[in-house]
């Protein structure tokens, strides 16, 4: 053993010795408790940040440790390898997006093996892979089969910079969640998967996912959005036509004073009469360039046009006017909104503004709401008024009973509604999945035959930044011949949503070999669910929320038998410096490189570990770098002196020969009962680590270590430290294990077991209280009887100062704890 811990030595070392023996590589084995650790794969974007390499550290400790403790452990690693950025590279550089994928690919597959991370590279994929994304189209296929695919013109989130759609959950306040550019409207033909078909299903599964956070799940009830209320009907005024609205608030429908389409509803210019169509018009183009999330803001100014027409109250007979509002979106209920001014915020704002009537019908109890005076919708629970036979009842009970009024009358009927929405897959991108169905003239829209899977995304494309698809300017790929009838045809040019291709990757990961189809069943039926996901926050109502949906999907068509991917959910922390997020905009990134290359990937891997709980945010401090490189220096000093005197020791098994050795023997095995607990019952590796770090202190403080008696009690101190740390710092750990003489890798010798009977402390530390307050301590034997207990605590010197010439009123004693004397 060398006298200094030389990481690079280390680690280079047993990185070889790994790939060598493939030391991770991972079978089914129906005599084995399988374990499915995975984090979310990353986008090869050219190299590794911190956040990967605090979340690839995390998921990498629970995998080894699982291994260390019996598990058959599947932790494999892969690439979102399609996507805009790639694209967007090639414009910039001159390059094709495959070439600067795969480059990058090679390069971080590289960075992310110096970290020691314990992957079965066997299985690695990327999702740009034929032999990955010719599964997906087949899959794209069976779904259109059963009406689950379907295409449809529709009004679209549009980002001017990517050129290309996105879908709701891809817009983040407004702006593309890629590239933070304001997005627009636009009205395109789209496809879309019949993500709704499956929202009770989403919805009702959240409640059986007790081990995802419940911040992520509220996210995704919200996103699905669940509400109940009625469909009612408005007759035209002076046409035989009318307008449905949903309403969750049928209570205050006797307030309703006009309505309020979306700009985008499809009766919107069919309403407008001849002398209100140029301002109609003019203000259907402006709102389509607005965002549909911030036209729903609270802040966003409320704006309308009249159309000319007007509609009747089902119950009042008032004439309302028809609005075209800003903040109406097509996307919830009808399109269409009865405004209630006097109870709903929005409505209330709008009305004023254009000098529209309003309506009291729910008041507070014993008060008195004029419309003339208000200055804000009241929107809580009240008593109705100003609402027929129904005057006097709380809005909240009036609910169901005007609801089963309305049904009654034919005036409307009870529906539930959703805010979810299709999921939009078509991206007007090349560096995607081809959608697999050509258009014939004769024909329509034919699917390609699975016998002509997959349409293998060509290569030769001129990238010159023209908004569209490059590959419909691509002759070759877009002319073809239609299936049935052999007469010319063309290819579809969209791509598929790279979101798409992230919904299902954990499934090919138990079979990435398969030559059958998209999954071998019986693989993945053994290796799914994915015990334990890693991965962030950001992606609840995104990857998460689609994931969920197509394992639904893959079920329903015979591929797998489980109803959810993700058994465990841990959402890591960000790793933030100088208060801020590293990023490369704010200048405050740290290098993995330049930090591997200085400390060492497990002083990397240790610090992002120690600092923080996994799922808070990690404060960087180049001083805890340093503060986690000294610690392993410390512990292979430690370990250099203490080898001489565990030469041909055998580990303690039996009583220490003295109180020292009992003392030491007590701590390590309280340490792995604390460490044990921190990693299998819950993430807190920070504890553990500090749990870890107070043993190699006490075994430092370990004086008589040259004593031959204390030999197996030092020995197992040792041996115990270095299992512990060997999910942590793997290189680092196993190199001692070696230099302890062990002939069988540390994985194979498992983690370590506490004797319970070791654990027992022969001492008490007791606090001495004076009327509650603390006053002194002492310590007693661990069978000390309660009166000797009491009788010590009161003559101790810092506790005779408050009780000198005092009777106690009673003195309690709380064993093994506390005496609280009463004075």
């Known amino acids: ?28 084995d129906e005599t ?36 260390m403790r019996g598990f058959n452990v599947l932790h494999p690693m892969g690439w979102d390898a399609f996507g805009m950025p790639a694209e967007n590279a090639a414009i910039q550089n001159k390059s094709h997006p495959a070439a600067w994928t795969y480059e990058n690919i090679d390069y971080m597959r590289g960075q992310l093996k110096r970290m020691g991370l314990s992957y079965d590279w066997d299985r690695e994929l ?44 891809q817009v983040e306040d407004g702006a593309c969640w890629r590239c933070d550019s304001v997005v627009q409207q636009k009205e395109l033909e789209q496809w879309f998967f019949r993500i709704t078909d499956y929202a009770e299903e989403l919805l009702a599964c959240t409640e059986q996912l007790t081990g995802w956070p419940e911040r992520v799940l509220t996210m995704q009830r919200n996103w699905i959005g669940k509400s109940f209320g009625c469909e009612i009907t408005f007759p035209v005024a002076d046409r035989a036509e009318s ?3 949903f309403t969750t608030r049928q209570d205050t429908l006797w307030g309703a004073t006009f309505m309020s389409l979306a700009p985008e509803h499809p009766m919107a210019l069919s309403l407008t009469t001849p002398d209100n169509l140029a301002q109609v018009t003019a203000f259907i183009d402006k709102v389509k360039g607005t965002d549909k999330i911030r036209r729903t803001a609270d802040d966003f100014e409320k704006e309308g046009v009249f159309t000319g027409s007007w509609c009747l109250n089902p119950i009042t007979g008032l004439r309302m006017p028809i609005y075209l509002a800003n903040f109406v979106l097509t996307d919830y209920g009808t399109g269409a909104v009865m405004a209630v001014p006097t109870h709903d915020q929005r409505d209330f704002e709008f009305a004023r503004k254009y000098g529209l009537q309003l309506q009291v019908v729910i008041q507070p109890e014993g008060e008195v709401l004029d419309p003339a005076t208000m200055t804000a919708a009241f929107t809580a629970e009240g008593v109705l008024v100003n609402s027929g036979q129904f005057d006097g009842m709380p809005s909240s009970a009036a609910k169901e009973a005007i609801a089963d009024y309305l049904e009654q009358q034919g005036l409307g009927k009870k529906t539930v509604n959703y805010r979810l929405r299709d999921w939009g897959i078509s991206r007007q991108r090349y560096w995607g999945n081809p959608i697999p169905i050509i258009y014939c003239d004769s024909c329509g829209a034919v699917p390609v035959p699975v016998k002509d899977l997959p349409v293998v995304l060509p290569k030769d494309v001129a990238f010159t930044g023209a908004g569209g698809s490059p590959l419909a300017r691509l002759e070759p790929f877009v002319k073809t011949a239609c299936p049935v009838c052999g007469k010319p045809a063309r290819r579809e040019t969209d791509t598929m949503d790279t979101f798409v291709e992230s919904s299902w990757y954990f499934l090919r990961y138990c079979c990435p070999d398969f030559t059958g189809g998209p999954l071998d069943k019986k693989k993945a039926e053994y ?39 993700f058994t465990n959910l841990l959402t890591q922390g960000m790793v933030i410096k100088d208060g801020a997020k590293m990023s490369k905009s704010k200048g405050n990134v740290v290098d993995p490189n330049a930090l591997i290359e200085r400390y060492g ?11 923080a709980p996994p799922e808070k945010d990690l404060d960087w401090s180049d001083q805890g770098v340093e503060g986690s490189f000294r610690f392993l220096s410390r512990l292979w000093k430690l370990m250099y002196e203490c080898l001489p005197f565990i030469a041909g020791v055998v580990a303690a098994s039996g009583e220490p020969a003295n109180a020292e050795a009992k003392a030491l023997r007590r701590t390590v095995h309280k340490t792995i009962r604390k460490v044990t607990g921190d990693l299998d019952e819950r993430f807190h590796f920070n504890t553990a680590i500090a749990a870890t770090m107070e043993l190699v202190n006490a075994i430092y403080a370990f004086t008589p270590k040259n004593a031959p008696e204390n030999g197996p009690v030092l020995r197992e101190a040792l041996e115990s430290v270095v299992r512990l740390l060997a999910p942590f710092v793997p290189h680092f750990a196993a190199e001692l294990w070696e230099v302890l003489g062990k002939a069988e890798s540390i994985e194979s010798a ?74």
């Not at 950001?538 to 949906?549: G, I, K, P, S």
């Not at 990937?601 to 600092?611: G, I, K, Q």
């Open 243 to 245: 307008i449905t609205v």
């Open 750 to 823: 498992g983690w370590p077991d506490f004797d319970p009977a070791a654990t027992v402390d022969d001492e008490l530390l007791i606090v001495v209280q004076v009327n509650g307050k603390l006053r002194g301590r002492i310590t007693v034997a661990v069978d000390t009887a309660e009166e000797k207990v009491k009788a010590l605590a009161m003559a101790d010197d810092n506790v005779q100062a408050f009780v000198a010439g005092k009777t106690p009123k009673k003195v309690v004693y709380v064993p093994g704890k506390l005496v609280n004397i009463v004075v």
């Open 126 to 169: 990327a999702t740009c892979d034929v032999e990955y994304y010719q599964w997906e189209q087949q899959i794209f296929l069976q779904m259109y089969e059963r009406g689950m695919a379907y295409k449809r013109n529709s009004s679209v989130n549009w980002c001017p910079t990517c050129e290309t759609v996105l879908a709701n959950e």
């Open 601 to 611: 990937a497990d002083t990397a891997r240790l610090f992002s570990l120690f600092a």
């Open 527 to 565: 290796w799914m669910s994915v015990d334990q996901y890693i991965g962030g926050i950001e992606h609840a109502v995104l990857h998460l929320l689609y994931a969920r949906f197509f394992t639904k999907v893959l079920r329903d068509l015979g591929y797998v038998n489980v109803d959810e991917p």
């Open 32 to 67: 084995r408790r399988k374990y499915y650790l995975l984090e979310m794969f990353p986008y090869p974007s050219g190299r590794i940040h911190m956040g990967h390499v605090r979340n690839y550290s995390i998921g990498d400790v629970v995998a080894r440790f699982k291994r």
């Open 1 to 28: 053993m060398e006298e200094r811990y030389v990481p690079s030595a280390v680690e280079e070392k047993w990185q070889a010795i790994w790939e060598r023996n493939k030391s991770f590589k991972v079978t089914e």
